[in-house]
């Protein structure tokens, strides 16, 4: 079954702290891997997107990672900020020939506090 | 901002009724796709337009249906509304589909209601 599976499902951490969120998946054929992060009551925005064969990739301070014989992505978010206060939402996409369908995460709720 | 424009913004309805949400795509996008998101859970794919027609379809039964305008505006229309109906509906578009590279921009959502 096609699954994407995150970890923890919320966390909480004080303003300036590191933290890494986790993603695992059962998505086959694989196409690419994608971050977003969704304020509350908003749309997803993307974060970063990478393919089989990027291991890492940045976005100021998220950094992603994946590894895709483990069928493993993380997302570290570095010197965190109020404004960081989502929910991160991992996206497998599934090649399918005709068009690549996109299947979701739950997302890991993260509450960043003064 | 995405560019991409949903309405409206919220909605209640009751059960059985029939209700039509709207997404103005991003400019030059020709591609849009639709999700529902239940609270609390990531988005569900419900189908996708290319180019106005319908090229992939989730797991959702057959009173889900939409529409892509030439100018790649899109409608998700819902039939005999129930219940579990009630959610974040978002919509995102795309320049090409789904695929490769294509990024997704994401609509600020209509929060359906069915009571």
């Known amino acids: 079954k096609n699954q994407v599976e995150q970890s923890p499902q919320s966390l909480i951490i004080l303003e300036g702290k590191n933290c890494t969120l986790q993603c695992n998946y059962t998505v086959s054929p694989f196409s690419n891997l994608r971050w977003y992060k969704q304020d509350t009551g908003r749309g997803p925005v993307s974060l970063t997107i990478?393919?089989?064969?990027?291991n890492t990739k940045s976005n100021g301070r998220y950094t992603a990672t994946l590894d895709a014989d483990t069928k493993q992505s993380s997302l570290h978010i570095t010197a965190s900020q109020l404004s960081d206060s989502a929910s991160y939402i991992c996206v497998v996409s599934r090649g399918l020939g005709g068009y690549n369908k996109l299947i979701f995460g739950a997302g890991t709720r993260l509450a960043v506090h003064p | 901002e995405t560019g991409v424009t949903q309405s409206p913004t919220h909605l209640i309805k009751t059960r059985g009724q029939q209700v039509t949400l709207r997404c103005s795509s991003q400019s030059g996008h020709n591609t849009v796709s639709w999700y529902q998101q239940a609270l609390g859970q990531g988005p569900q794919f419900i189908f996708q337009?290319?180019?106005?027609?319908?090229?992939g379809r989730g797991n959702f039964p057959p009173r889900f249906s939409g529409l892509q305008f030439p100018n790649y505006s899109s409608e998700l229309n819902v039939n005999a509304l129930e219940l579990d109906d009630s959610a974040l509906y978002l919509c995102?578009?795309?320049?090409?589909?789904?695929?490769?590279?294509?990024?997704?921009?994401f609509g600020p959502g209509t929060r359906l209601t069915v009571l």
């Open positions: 990478m393919t089989f064969s990027e």
């Open positions: 337009y290319y180019r106005e027609e319908e090229n």
């Open positions: 995102a578009s795309s320049l090409g589909q789904t695929g490769s590279y294509n990024e997704q921009f």
